[in-house]
């Protein structure tokens, strides 16, 4: 679904991305299950974290840890977790990102966030509770900007939730404080479309303004 006249001009007014910027982010970027067979270079993904780490979260707190899984035999292992839909997808990526976020995120606070670090460790350090709410809440937002991350690098992206989160971290997180929330598949567009892209809903459905 292409953007109409009307709105391809009120947003060229009101960005300041071009319009081949928006559109790689945003107006033609499409969730993908299928790509071209051009291999993922480790100087991309090095690309794509270095924006994606700059994007805000609270207390500086960068809860996001990525795990690639670039071979055949770790990428087996990791669809044995996913829903048999999500399978296939996953094993013809030509990469694909496990993510999760760091319970004990709050140790890094005295590089990350070093003038508030001695007042809001102790605090987080005494509220397990809340401190994983923070990472868990903070990794989905970094989540959005992996995404973006990755379409401004030319990629197409299909992230999902569909898998056995439990069994990934049994399998890729044991010893660690990380939890998995998203398994997402990477690769160079092929031009192809499995449907028509669904609605979105519309200004004012979706806000308000007090």
């Not at 790689?24 to 071209?36: I, K, V």
């Not at 996953?90 to 003038?115: D, G």
């Amino acid at each position: 679904m292409s953007i109409d006249i009307a709105t391809e001009t009120f947003l060229h007014k009101e960005l300041i991305l071009d319009g081949d910027a928006a559109a790689a982010l945003f107006l033609e970027a499409r969730t993908a299950n299928s790509w071209s067979d051009e291999e993922i270079s480790d100087e991309t993904l090095q690309a794509i974290y270095a924006l994606t780490k700059m994007g805000p979260t609270a207390f500086n707190g960068q809860p996001l840890r990525i795990m690639w899984v670039r071979s055949a035999e770790a990428r087996e292992r990791l669809v044995e977790h996913m829903m048999d839909g999500n399978k296939a997808k996953t094993l013809t990526a030509p990469m694909v990102a496990v993510l999760s976020f760091n319970t004990e995120w709050h140790s890094l606070m005295p590089t990350t966030a070093p003038h508030m670090a001695d007042m809001l460790m102790p605090m987080f350090e005494a509220n397990a509770e809340s401190r994983t709410a923070s990472g868990n809440n903070n990794a989905h937002v970094q989540a959005g900007y992996f995404i973006l991350a990755a379409r401004a690098a030319g990629l197409a992206v299909g992230p999902m939730t569909g898998f056995d989160s439990a069994g990934v971290d049994a399998e890729f997180n044991a010893g660690s404080t990380h939890k998995s929330f998203m398994v997402v598949n990477l690769g160079k567009p092929n031009g192809g479309l499995d449907r028509e892209r669904l609605q979105r809903l519309e200004f004012d459905l979706a806000t308000v303004t007090l």
